[in-house]
């Protein structure tokens, strides 16, 4: 395993929701988990009015709620909390940088260490720009400031608003940072699930041959969740599913299942093949977003047995708000390997159930011997890959039932992380802030892939600004979603593997 060498994680936003529920939970168990190097420090940067004490306190607080080692000890706890530190500071003022360039270089110099600096954005996007300019103007990536040691900057989705914006950003961070120092967090990455996408595809010799157009029929993408949108409303009205899910989660499930083997696992190579597969996705003309997309908003309905409101009535929503809580669309892949085959993806709030999961359908029998006998409907073969909850692989083929009559039901091979591994796969941000330490980059989204997500998503955008604004409510809470959805795939003889 790649050695974790003496660094300080600079988090800006630490007094933030993202950074008590994702962040700490995951520098906690890998620092538990024996992977901290001697030399580890955390600085939580914010403007809440807060010295190290409070700090700690709040942290211990929130691992006791969430993180996967609670309840936590508090002798364990104290000899983390040695390594935490807290700058109260302000994102729009230089001189908060300056301070915590001091702080960085006074604690190089205490424990004899490089200036290793992993920055991480945890804060509203709103601010990005202010904390990439305080850094730039503290000349805190200068080789002179540096001197030994090496920056790295982490930054959390929404990356950017749309194409534009998104570019405007990028060049901003690539003008105080190279990209070999940049990781966009994409969290569905740093899950064991999706990355076993690739161990599935590629270390396996009997699943690769089958895997493109002569055999197999089309692929859904589906990412359903039965929550709403909780006290978020603030971010998600001006997002929507498609920002919020599809220009980043899902394009790069899309990817990781779609792609050419790279000639090496390894950051460069996988991101290039992702940059190929996503240059192929055919672009949407307005007729085809009419015709291959569908937007979505909940109304109310009942979850669980439990009644819940509808999206326009949740706290901090205006009611007349047109922003859509389901998408889903159809796109294709203009390559060698996947011509003709259809890719839908699906994503929502509020939905009848919560999974994530990729479904391949191979085609139907070229000819089936047993319709002779009137064995009729034979199921097509597919293989589904559960991302959440229940991860795991099933492989979906038909069997003779017991007894002397002849007849063929559908049946499941089932591949379970749990049973199999007797082990539950770790937080996707235990991952991904382990490989931001080491400085491995495979499981970030690069400038490119990025960017080319955008375009196909801003196409989207801009092409449902012209179709005519949506009647919403349109889909029920507890449903499946909208029923435009449903003809979607219904209408090209298939449906979602519900
Ligand atoms: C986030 C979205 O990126 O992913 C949320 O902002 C969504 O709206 C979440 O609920 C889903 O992540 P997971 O890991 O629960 O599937």
Known sequence: MAEMKPSIMVIFGASGDLAHIKIFPALYSLWEDGFFPDNFFIVGFARTKMDDGIFRKTIFDSLNVNCRKKPIDEDEFSSFSKHVFYLTSKYDDDSSYHELGGFIASKAKEYNMPKNVLYYLSTPPSVYINVINGIENAKLTSDEYKGEGFSRIVIEKPFGYDYESAKKLNGKILSVFKEEEVYRIDHYLGKETVQNILAFRF????????????????????????????????????????????????????????????????????????????????????????????????????????????????????????????????????????????????????????????????????????????????????????????????????????????????????????????????????????????????????????????????????????????????????????????????????????
Not at 315 to 335: Q, R, S
């Open 203 to 498: 270390a396996n010799a009997i699943f690769e041959p089958i895997w493109n157009n002569k055999f197999i029929d089309h692929i859904q993408i589906s990412a359903l969740e039965s929550i709403g949108v909780g006290f978020r409303a603030g971010y998600f009205d001006k997002a929507g599913i498609i920002r919020d899910m599809m220009q980043n989660h899902m394009m790069q499930l899309l990817s990781l299942v779609a792609i050419e083997p790279p000639p090496l696992p390894d950051a460069d190579d996988l991101r290039n093949e992702k940059v190929k597969l996503l240059k192929s996705v055919r672009p949407l003309s307005l007729n085809d977003i009419k015709n291959y997309t569908v937007r979505g908003q909940y109304d109310r309905g009942i979850i669980g047995n439990k009644q819940v409101l509808s999206y326009k009535e949740e706290e901090g929503v205006p009611p007349d708000t047109l922003t859509e809580t389901y998408a889903a669309m159809k796109l294709f892949i203009d390559n060698y390997r996947w011509a003709g085959v259809p890719f839908y993806l699906r994503s929502g709030k509020r939905l009848k159930i919560h999974k994530t999961e990729i479904a391949i359908f191979f085609k139907k029998l070229p000819y089936s011997l047993f319709a002779k006998i009137g064995i009729e409907n034979i199921k097509q073969n597919s293989i589904i890959i559960t991302i959440q909850p229940n991860e795991g692989i099933a492989i979906n083929f038909g069997a003779k039932t017991p007894g002397f009559k002849l007849d063929i039901e559908p049946v499941n091979m089932v591949f379970n992380y749990k049973s199999s591994f007797k082990l539950s796969p770790p937080d996707a941000y235990e991952r991904l802030i382990y490989d931001v330490i080491v400085g491995d980059q495979t499981l970030f989204a690069r400038y490119d892939d990025m960017l080319i997500a955008w375009q196909l998503i801003t196409s989207i955008i801009n092409g449902w600004s012209k179709t005519g604004n949506p009647i919403f409510p349109d889909y029920e809470a507890g449903s499946f979603g909208p029923k435009e959805a449903d003809s979607l795939i219904n209408s090209d003889g298939r449906s979602w593997n519900n």
